[in-house]
């Protein structure tokens, strides 16, 4: 097993010195953008040893315009007579897409025969077609943002182009932060699902309901670290790496603390003063943007109960208010599909963006 390297350092290595050559000697005038986006652990910089059992390696995606796109069995040709078998101790050649396992490819070590390389051929439309759900990026509407996959614009926004004749590049950049006004739907819309349960991580331990305490306690949990990610200005990403990427957040250490604190605490004492008190500082961070009048919020009790809370609803309406003159006004503060851990199948496929849409538009 060769010593592992970074998949973004490897791919680029291998687009630089290996691919580019072979463009320029057999497509000289070939008008073209390369590149690494899209799927993968490697885009995002999260990728290991475990993560180059399948479709990782070197690769990259070759975008070309459409009167261009009949060069792709004749560049494919070119590639699979002159690449190498293996580069940086890493296989070039993959499988087939395996159709038992969502088409995915796997390296294999050849040594004669032709190269099948893990390079993706498209224009820039049809691959945002493919991937997003659309290619027509220029007038989104709030329901087209609140449609996407979170972690699909996140792998857009970590593109890194090699050679950009197309400017891919420039095309993207409308998907590097939500809109203003998405934005607060967001945030008011984790402040209220948040409220809705703010009494229960004590209240489900005081009838008896220790595994319902602790399952109120990590909802809460997340939804302050998806505020934290929306006050960030930063896409959060699926599951799998979303405690990864939120440990890099610029936040405060106090934050994460009380996060974990909460997540692992041993009694209920620990866990409601330390998920109350992530409250407290999510709320801080909050006031330190100015987004809304200052909430100042205070540990309390929760109307005379031993229960404590800091009153997120307040949080909630005053964001709330900030939508009412913006096309998401008056809708359900639900938001995206993408926040409900186990939506992939739904968030994820851009097939089923038009009823997804359909939950954020008005009468």
């Avoid at 739904?346 to 954020?360: A, E, F, I, M, Q």
Wanted: glycine share 4%.
């Amino acid at each position: 097993m060769p010593e592992f390297i970074k998949g973004r350092d490897l791919c680029r290595d291998f687009y630089f010195e290996i691919a580019e050559p072979i463009l320029k000697a057999h497509f000289p005038s070939l008008k073209y953008s390369a590149g690494l986006l899209g799927y993968g652990s490697d885009i995002l910089g999260y990728d290991d040893a475990t993560s180059t059992d399948h479709m990782w390696g070197p690769r990259f995606y070759l975008f070309v315009e459409n009167e261009n796109l009949a060069l792709k069995e004749k560049i494919f040709e070119v590639f699979s007579h002159t690449l190498p078998y293996t580069y940086k101790g890493y296989s070039v050649h993959f499988s087939e897409p395996d159709p038992n396992d969502n088409g995915v490819q796997h390296a294999e070590i050849i040594t004669e025969g032709p190269v099948n390389p893990l390079i993706f051929f498209y224009t820039p439309n049809d691959y945002l077609r493919e991937y997003l759900g659309t290619s027509e990026l220029s007038a989104l509407s709030a329901a087209d943002w609140l449609s996407f996959s979170e972690h699909r614009l996140l792998a857009l926004t970590k593109a890194e182009f090699y050679k950009d004749d197309l400017h891919f590049a420039e095309k993207l950049e409308v998907l590097k932060e939500y809109p203003y006004d998405v934005w607060l739907y967001l945030a008011a819309s984790n402040w209220s699902l948040l409220a809705e349960e703010q009494a229960f991580v004590k209240r489900c331990y005081d009838v008896g309901d220790e595994a319902g305490s602790i399952l109120v306690c990590a909802r809460i949990a997340e939804r302050l670290m998806r505020l934290c990610f929306l006050y960030c200005r930063q896409y959060a990403p699926y599951s799998k790496w979303f405690g990864t990427a939120f440990s890099r957040l610029p936040i405060s250490d106090e934050i994460r603390s009380a996060i974990h604190g909460a997540l692992t605490a041993r009694d209920i004492k620990e866990r409601e003063n330390s998920i109350v008190l992530a409250q407290k500082l999510v709320a801080d961070l909050h006031d330190s943007l100015n987004v809304t009048e200052p909430i100042h919020a205070e540990i309390q009790s929760y109307f005379g109960r031993d229960i404590k809370v800091i009153f997120a609803d307040n949080i909630a309406g005053l964001l709330e208010e900030k939508l009412s003159d913006t096309p998401l006004r008056g809708l359900p503060l639900i938001g995206s599909l993408s926040e409900v851990a186990d939506f992939t199948v739904l968030s994820d496929d851009p097939n089923h963006r038009t009823r997804v849409k359909s939950l954020y538009k008005t009468e």
